[in-house]
T-cell receptor, first 113, second 114 residues
Framework: GESVGLHLPTLSVQEGDNSIINCAYS??????FIWYKQESGKGPQFIID?????DKRQGQRVTVLLNKTVKHLSLQIAATQPGDSAVYFC????????????FGKGTKLSVKP | ETGVTQSPTHLIKTRGQQVTLRCSSQ?????VSWYQQALGQGPQFIFQ???????GRGNFPPRFSGLQFPNYSSELNVNALELDDSALYLC?????????????FGPGTRLTVL
């Protein structure tokens, strides 16, 4: 079936460096994509989202890039901080932001001080 | 904080029992979605409720059922618990169906089935 996958299960970066977390999706009908951060023992926390009519969206220290040609999504975190250490999930939906979110398995980001 | 609350925080049940989990949506949100997250996995969609009606269901058996109340809070019921039902159960609330609001998650209920 359709699924969202991640290229790297773990990512270790130095504090202050930029982080890039990649995600592949397989459903060309998906019209909405979202990144969540999940810390141990907590629920997923919204980071940033993007709709299929956009290629790039920026937030505070984060940028999401969408490449529909190769069905690829990435999350860039600028000046990574120890507080950014968590598991990051991308998810897709073909029902807009309210639709059934299909999640990947996650990437664990570790930030070394 | 998202304003989405869930209870209880943790729960231990034995195989064959029934369980009810509760979720209070963020103020102003009328849509609640439930997800199951097994250890080390991403969340999986169970079902969604909009204005007290089920509005979509994932690949879960009928022993997973739900309710949404007039105040938009919601319950997830699981009958005949199995060991594989052990997971973190998450609810997410969002605004008007068809609107542009994203889904905001609560802290989850950790269910352990022995």
């Amino acid at each position: 079936g359709e699924s969202v996958g991640l290229h790297l299960p773990t990512l270790s970066v130095q504090e202050g460096d930029n982080s890039i977390i990649n995600c592949a999706y397989s459903n060309s009908a998906s019209d909405y994509f979202i990144w969540y951060k999940q810390e141990s023992g907590k629920g997923p926390q919204f980071i940033i989202d993007i709709r299929s009519n956009m290629d790039k969206r920026q937030g505070q220290r984060v940028t999401v890039l969408l490449n529909k040609t190769v069905k690829h999504l990435s999350l860039q975190i600028a000046a990574t901080q120890p507080g950014d250490s968590a598991v990051y999930f991308c998810a897709e939906s073909w029902g807009g932001s309210q639709g059934n979110l299909i999640f990947g398995k996650g990437t664990k980001l570790s930030v070394k001080p | 904080e998202t304003g989405v609350t869930q209870s209880p925080t943790h729960l231990i049940k034995t195989r064959g029992q029934q369980v009810t989990l509760r979720c209070s949506s963020q103020s102003g949100h009328n849509t609640v979605s439930w997800y199951q997250q097994a250890l080390g996995q991403g969340p999986q969609f169970i079902f969604q409720y909009y204005r007290e009606e089920e509005n979509g269901r994932g690949n879960f058996p009928p022993r997973f059922s739900g309710l949404q109340f007039p105040n938009y809070s919601s319950e997830l019921n699981v009958n005949a618990l199995e060991l594989d039902d052990s997971a973190l159960y998450l609810c997410a609330s969002s605004g008007t169906l068809g609107g542009l609001d994203t889904q905001y998650f609560g802290p989850g209920t950790r269910l352990t089935v022995l």
